[in-house]
């Protein structure tokens, strides 16, 4: 339950972000694939997780959109339930569709977010103009993360090695947890009457380098130890810059950033 | 069954009991769950305060970040390739999953602090740098314990052999204490910690909303004493809850063979839930003798 | 590509029940949100969805070592449903010492004067300011109803997948996604509180079977398609 959630206005269109987000994830995880097929390296996997991250500031716009209306059950069961479909529809375009795989998933992701969107609204009556147009967005940016911090793990998109590389050994959980949160915490962790988008943005970005990272320890025995300190060392460059520039937002944004001391007045 | 299987789960009972007790720590000195809402509302009510504000996505899930983390890394450096000692690859991995729980503990202070920024709530960073190491400090023992009990369940050369791969069992693990840890200890941190300078023995006052308590003994309450006073009653026995959880559902297999015995291992799941529910009908009845009806109500039906 | 035949329609009736019965199951749950963990209001401390998820994964635990050695349908669906029940029933009892012991306030419900099955009085235990605190009987009896049925629908799901791709890795995430997405649709459903089956709200329920009937077709029919590799 959030007391006064909602935010300041968006300065950064809606459109904009989802353009860069689904162009940015396709892109990453497509070159990340390729420029490890043509080297027989792993050392391009860093790309894939690039494209997390643009979809993880999507994402996080997103759940910052329809956090403005009371949907009663606070922030994280959306951005699961995102993920809940993104995880189905991503690995079946993988299963099913080969090279075109990532495109067929996300896909799929975004029709079954606009979907539930649409029986939330129509059957359940829960009246959130929003509720279809946000769902088709975090399907999407959902999909869109599982696929490439999979593709950070595997190396590449054959399904037959994916499913080797990220579900035998498990690590397909950190994955999808790694990815739900970072959708998820830059709202949460900034939710309160001033938010600013900027400053929950800039924390996507930040939490995205994270799961990025986490996607890299697991493609330590996957993709081998060059490729993978390779991701370990840009998500963490990333994480570094974002943070910092966070710190900086926060301390024009807050009302006093102090080293310590007593109360001040509080209230309107 | 034989003694090293019923060893095994007497170890994986105490680890989860550990685990809860933890868990629940972690998320009062945090602040997390539920009870934030309290301290969310405080500032905008006109009582600022010092207590950490952590929110990381509810926590299961959260949770479940850190034991799968800490499951992948473990098994990471416990694969052929590095080839470590379980004991310590679980340890490692249990650094890993408490660094991020501390990053992700400082982000969500600075910023959910700063978006009240309207009702003078200031961000300090003396807070930031005290508790946050307790936090983590939590988190890494509640990783720990909780990739512990999933490596006991999936180790090959142990017993019991659950098909989930580690990290996966870790994970599932995670979302169920995060579940239990904000179902059952944080209530002692919001309805009675949070609110303790009014009387015993009621819930919060709907009009009371907000004013929660902002000074401590001496000088102004940390989260920190929060910790201490829920590591008396709510820690504990959200450790006891996870633990009963744990040891009770392994212990229906471990003393039954599923293969062979399955449905005695359900038929003896049945009687432990009848039994609770039973139990929880001596608690209520016990509980409405003992405190009585609220002498400020005032309708006509008769307790 | 897996074939499409008769046992494929049987696994997605299968991932549909399932489906339904987690969605029927939330509204079993007795969950207070935000105001129970502050004794504010009946049920326990936290979300709809966290609770359901958690009792209904650790059913999915106990459902997944049982599959592992044998193929029984009930006993693999009922092995969840018991270990979803326990987890349910540990956690209420556990919440209800919080509240009688930690905060001092014996557990009643609101919604209702008596309690439909012990026909006890509720109004004279019921705190000034709050709505309720606390999980009583009925609200107990109702939730180890929830867990039997969250605990069973997602084993149900994870029994389907498990005989199509055969990799439990795989099979468990995508019943815990299937399962994670009816949980919220339920809880939209009851705006994220509820008492237990004698709350009005739980009158709402032929909405959620509708929503979660469409939604589970639709991604079971997907998801029966992911083969586990050759």
């Not at chain 2, 249990?94 to 961000?123: D, E, H, P, W």
């Not at chain 2, 807070?127 to 939590?138: D, G, P, Q």
């Not at chain 2, 004493?225 to 009653?233: H, I, T």
Request: glycine share 14%; charged share 10%; aromatic share 10%.
């Amino acid at each position: 339950m959030s007391v006064a959630a909602g935010g300041g206005e968006s300065k950064i269109d809606k459109t904009k972000l989802t353009m860069y987000g689904l162009g940015g994830g396709i892109l990453g995880i497509y070159l990340a694939h390729v420029l490890n097929m043509i080297t027989g390296t792993g050392y391009f996997s860093f790309l894939a997780g690039l494209g997390a991250i643009a979809a993880i500031v999507m994402g996080a716009d997103a759940v910052r959109r329809v956090c403005a209306y009371g949907i009663g059950t606070g922030v994280p069961s959306i951005g699961m339930m995102a993920m809940g479909m993104g995880l189905v529809a991503a690995w079946f375009g993988l299963a099913v569709a080969g090279i075109a795989g990532p495109i067929i998933g996300i896909a799929i992701a975004m029709g079954f977010g606009y979907f539930v969107g649409m029986l939330a609204n129509k059957i359940i009556k829960m009246n959130i103009p929003v509720m279809e147009e946000v769902l088709m967005s975090l399907g999407g940016a959902g999909a869109v993360v599982i696929i490439a911090l999979s593709v950070v793990v595997s190396g590449q998109i054959g399904y037959e090695d994916m499913l080797n590389d990220v579900v035998l050994t498990g690590f397909i959980a950190v994955v999808f947890i790694a990815g739900a949160l970072a959708i998820l915490q830059p709202f949460n962790a900034n939710l309160g009457p001033d938010e600013t988008q900027d400053r929950t943005l800039v924390h996507a970005v930040s939490t995205g380098g994270l799961a990025m990272f986490a996607a890299g320890i697991g493609s330590l025995i996957t993709v081998g130890v060059g490729g993978a300190v390779l991701t370990m060392l840009i998500a963490a460059a990333i994480w570094l810059k974002a943070f910092l520039w966070y710190f900086k937002l926060v301390k024009r944004d807050s009302a006093g950033v102090v080293g310590t001391g007593l109360l001040a007045e509080g209230g309107l | 069954m034989d003694m090293v299987s019923m060893g095994l789960l007497a170890a994986m009972g105490a680890l989860a009991t550990i685990a809860g007790a933890s868990e629940d720590l972690e998320s009062d000195v945090g602040s997390q769950s539920n009870p934030n809402s309290q301290v969310q509302l405080a500032a905008q009510v006109g009582h600022t305060h010092r207590i950490y504000n952590k929110a990381i996505s509810g926590e299961p899930p959260s949770n479940a970040l850190y034991a799968a983390l800490a499951a992948v890394t473990a098994s990471v450096l416990m694969s052929d390739a590095y080839g470590m000692n379980a004991f310590f690859s679980i340890a490692v991995g249990s650094l890993v999953a408490a660094v991020f729980n501390g990053i992700l503990s400082m982000t969500s202070y600075m910023g959910r602090n700063t978006s009240q920024a309207r009702f003078n709530q200031y961000v300090y960073l003396d807070v930031l740098r005290s508790h946050t190491t307790t936090i983590m400090a939590h988190a890494y023992i509640t990783a720990f314990c909780v990739v512990a009990i999933s490596y006991i369940m999936t180790a090959p050369w142990l017993p019991i052999q659950h098909p989930f791969p580690l990290p996966v069992i870790a994970f599932t693990w995670g979302i169920a204490l995060g579940a239990i840890g904000s179902s059952t200890g944080d209530v002692h941190y919001g309805a009675e910690r949070e609110f303790q300078q009014y009387p015993f023995g009621a819930g919060l006052n709907a009009a009371n909303s907000g004013d929660i308590v902002t000074k401590g003994e001496a000088g102004l309450r940390s989260s920190i004493d929060n910790a201490w006073f829920c590591a008396k009653f709510g820690g504990p026995v959200t450790g006891l809850a996870f633990g009963l959880i744990v040891f009770l559902d392994n212990w229906r297999t471990t003393i039954f063979d599923p293969a062979t015995q399955g449905w005695y291992a359900i038929a003896t799941g049945v009687l432990i839930v009848v039994l609770l529910n039973v139990y929880n009908r001596i608690l209520e009845v016990r509980s409405k003798k003992r405190y009585g009806p609220y002498p400020e109500y005032a309708g006509d039906i008769k307790a | 590509m897996s074939t499409f035949d008769a046992s494929t329609l049987i696994y997605i009736i299968q991932i549909v029940i399932g489906g339904l019965l987690v969605g029927i199951g939330v509204h079993f749950v007795p969950v207070g949100g935000a105001p129970a963990a502050m004794a504010q209001a009946t049920g326990v401390g936290t979300g709809t969805v966290q609770l359901a998820t958690g009792s209904g994964l650790t059913g999915l635990i106990s459902a997944g070592l049982m599959m592992s050695v044998t193929d029984n349908i009930l006993l693999i669906v009922l092995s969840g449903a018991v270990g979803a029940m326990i987890m349910m029933d540990v956690t209420m009892i556990v919440g209800n010492w919080v509240y009688i012991y930690g905060v001092g306030v014996p557990p009643v419900a609101a919604k209702v004067d008596y309690d439909p099955i012990t026909k006890d009085p509720q109004p004279p235990y019921i705190g000034p300011g709050t709505v309720g605190h606390g999980v009583p009987t009925v609200s107990y009896v109702s939730g180890t109803i929830g867990g039997l049925m969250g605990g069973a629908g997602g084993s149900l799901i994870y029994y389907a997948l498990m005989n199509i791709n055969g990799v439990s890795g795989l099979s468990a995430f995508f019943a815990i996604g299937i399962f994670v997405v009816n949980a919220v649709i339920a809880s939209y459903n009851i705006q994220g509180t509820i008492e237990g089956f004698h709350d009005p709200k739980f009158k709402r329920i032929p909405r959620a079977v509708q929503a979660c009937f469409i939604a589970t077709l639709i991604i079971g029919i997907f998801a029966v398609l992911i083969h586990g590799g050759a």
